[in-house]
């Protein structure tokens, strides 16, 4: 079965500053996507960046990259250059072939971004 | 272009009473899907239709729990009788799917409708 496991509850970071987010998964497929996703205080669920297992290059969004490593099942979103307005909950997802298309999602990690 | 739209955005209701969530995909997504957030639980899947069909319903609750889909473009979630402890967001999201993607499409989520049964 899959499974998604953040284990920061929340993370706090400066201004300007980097931080990584941890995520692990469990799969046995070979074949699975990773996202994450950044919930604000307002409550939407916003996509931010997507890693397919087979992907050779690690995935980059503007200031979002993903430190996969697949041997090690972890997918770690790092924020760089971060802002106020990334002050959010930031969820990892996984969608394998064994689940089709529905997306399973990690309990999310709270992002506290400081002056 | 427009994204998914759920209605409403809030809604309070008494204990026993009859819910409705409403919810439109984005155009020309095949996949529709029902999660549900409360902070026991984090995000939970419901339900997902393929192509107006339920695929999978495990998620679902009870029987008190129903969806639908009659159409490409509208999807309902009914509570009946709510209960307090039905009392979370729920957000409809939709998704496309196109040979050689892979597990790629993410998912475009509505705002959601934060529901409150007293």
């Known amino acids: 079965a899959q499974k998604i496991t953040q284990t920061q509850p929340g993370m706090f970071v400066q201004e300007k500053e980097a931080v990584t987010l941890d995520c692990t998964y469990d799969?046995?497929?070979?074949?699975?996507?990773l996202f994450w996703y950044k919930q604000p205080s307002s409550g939407e669920m916003i996509f931010l960046i997507y890693q397919g297992s087979y992907d050779e290059q690690n995935a980059t969004e503007g200031r979002y990259s993903l430190n996969f490593q697949k041997a090690r099942k972890s997918a770690n979103l790092v924020i760089s250059a971060s802002q106020l307005g990334d002050s959010a909950m930031y969820f990892c997802?996984?969608?394998?072939?064994?689940?089709?298309?529905?997306?399973?999602f990690g309990t999310g990690t709270r992002l506290l971004v400081s002056p | 272009d427009a994204g998914v739209i759920q209605s409403p955005r809030h809604e309070v209701t008494e204990m026993g009473q009859e819910v409705t969530l409403r919810c439109k995909p984005i155009?020309?997504?095949?996949?529709l899907f029902w999660y549900r957030q409360t902070m026991m639980r984090g995000l939970e899947l419901l339900i997902y239709?393929?192509?107006?069909?339920?695929?999978?319903d495990s998620g679902m609750p009870e029987d008190r729990f129903s969806a639908k889909m009659p159409n490409a473009s509208f999807s309902t979630l009914k509570i009946q009788p709510s209960e307090p402890r039905d009392s979370a967001v729920y957000f409809c999201?939709?998704?496309?799917?196109?040979?050689?993607?892979?597990?790629?499409?993410?998912?475009?989520f509505g705002n959601g409708t934060r529901l409150t049964v007293t």
């Open positions: 799969t046995s497929d070979q074949s699975y996507g």
């Open positions: 999201a939709s998704s496309s799917y196109r040979p050689g993607q892979g597990a790629g499409s993410p998912l475009h």
């Open positions: 155009s020309g997504h095949d996949y």
């Open positions: 239709f393929n192509n107006n069909v339920p695929i999978d």
């Open positions: 997802a996984m969608r394998d072939h064994t689940g089709f298309q529905k997306l399973v």
